[in-house]
């Protein structure tokens, strides 16, 4: 590090990329109260050098070749905004093989080799901050492992992606189809031009594993999180979920119970009262459990340009604190914990289930039947006939029960002959 100044490499000069250019630029009298030294943006990597952007950069600064960041001995720490995963991590591997530290917001890239970078880090005296790969400009990484780690999580839960939240959220309030609203959220720049990432709920549950990975001090990896996503939500799934007093959310969870963890993103039922129910749009939120603390709640916006940029600046700012302190490379610690995942039996849960059922007698006892042979009980039931047709509706949320109950009661209506269809099922969270 130059006595002078902290000078950086950044990967990528997209969204964010602009971003973290902008708060370095405006906010240097901050960034030097907070270390000391100014900070320097010496390489900036681009694909193309001749796209116009939005901000003003010195030509002598932008570069096409990554050889000009990663082999660039003045360069202190690399900050990598531009995605990808195999390529990327090969920069960053050898970038901190360099003695650089890094930060990124590569959310994809963490959940599969997270604990590889960070090993390689410590093994080569660097840092490596991830705090923008879970929730944009919510600080939910480093008060895990600063302002929590007094503690002991039992469970985490919350909207982690911006994109499905502003679908459920206008399909709830506008009543409009699924089709509809993500054609609008793809014109508005929420929804990618091929969002199944998000709406199959691949981009939080990655998040979800690097949340659960900090928070239990255990390596939980991406093939270890259930996923479901929300392309099979129906407007009148959310009109039930409303007359029966709920709202509707992607929610990722991770549940730690006497050493055995679940994991989980699934669309999910919350109480209207529920303070993730009145989380709209965009915005993200996670709530945190801990034996000491009790709950705690993180609110904010999950993506966009200077949200992120904040995160990935104040990471930035993580990093210098250390080099000045001489203390790089000594935050990474091994799992505490063995991982081990919960069993079907051992995951309790409630349950929403819409059923089309022959609208005749004898019909609701054979229902009722198999559910009490089951061991599930009804919380809450509606039956209602369907105009013009020999059918009916019945919508049901259960007590508490196993997923390993619920699925084979799952399995066994699908087979029984006055059900014509099971038409949705989704778990039920909150409440008592």
């Not at 939980?220 to 996923?227: C, E, G």
Request: charged share 25%.
């Amino acid at each position: 590090m130059s006595a002078a100044e902290v000078r950086v490499g950044l990967l990528g000069l997209g969204t964010v990329g602009t971003g973290v250019v902008s708060i370095i630029s405006r906010h240097q009298e901050e960034l030097r109260h907070q270390v000391g030294c100014p900070v320097t943006v010496k390489k900036v990597l681009v694909r193309d050098k001749e796209k116009q952007r939005p901000v003003d950069l010195d030509e002598s600064l932008v570069t096409d070749q990554i050889e000009d960041v990663l082999f660039d001995k003045n360069i202190d720490v690399v900050i990598e905004v531009m995605g990808g995963v195999e390529t990327t991590r090969e920069h960053l591997l050898t970038a901190l093989r360099n003695g650089k530290h890094v930060v990124t917001a590569n959310k994809d890239l963490m959940a599969l080799y997270g604990a590889e970078l960070l090993q390689v880090a410590s093994e080569n005296g660097c840092d490596l901050y991830y705090e923008a790969s879970v929730a944009g400009g919510i600080p939910i990484l480093r008060s895990l492992s600063d302002g929590l780690s007094a503690d002991r999580i039992t469970k985490m839960m919350g909207i982690v992606n911006g994109t499905t939240n502003y679908i459920l959220t206008k399909m709830t309030q506008n009543g409009s189809s699924y089709e509809e609203v993500l054609k609008v959220a793809q014109e508005l720049g929420f929804a990618e031009s091929d969002p199944t990432a998000d709406v199959e709920g691949l981009d939080a549950a990655r998040k979800m594993a690097i949340l659960a990975t900090l928070g239990f001090s255990m390596d939980v990896s991406l093939d270890d999180v259930s996923v479901k996503g929300i392309s099979s939500v129906t407007k009148t799934d959310l009109d039930y979920c409303d007359q029966l007093g709920y709202t509707m959310k992607l929610i990722g969870l991770a549940k730690r119970d006497e050493g055995r963890v679940e994991v989980s993103v699934e669309p999910t039922l919350l109480p209207k009262e529920h303070p993730l129910a009145s989380v709209h749009n965009e915005y993200n939120a996670v709530y945190v459990y801990g034996e000491a603390v009790g709950e705690t709640m993180f609110y904010g916006p999950g993506a966009g340009s200077l949200p992120t940029a904040t995160a990935v600046v104040s990471d930035l700012v993580s990093v210098m604190k250390n080099m000045r302190l001489g203390v790089c490379g000594r935050q990474v610690q091994e799992p505490l914990h063995a991982r081990v995942l919960k069993k079907a039996n051992e995951i309790d849960s409630k349950y929403f289930m819409r059923l089309r059922v022959l609208d005749k007698a004898g019909t609701f006892q054979a229902v009722t039947s198999l559910f009490a042979s089951h061991d599930v009980s009804f919380e809450k039931l509606l039956q209602l006939p369907i105009a013009g047709e020999e059918v009916a509706e019945v919508i049901v949320i259960t007590h508490h029960t196993t997923k390993e109950n619920y699925e084979q009661l799952y399995k066994k209506l699908s087979e029984l002959e006055v059900i014509e269809s099971i038409e949705s099922s989704y778990r039920v969270e909150g409440g008592r």
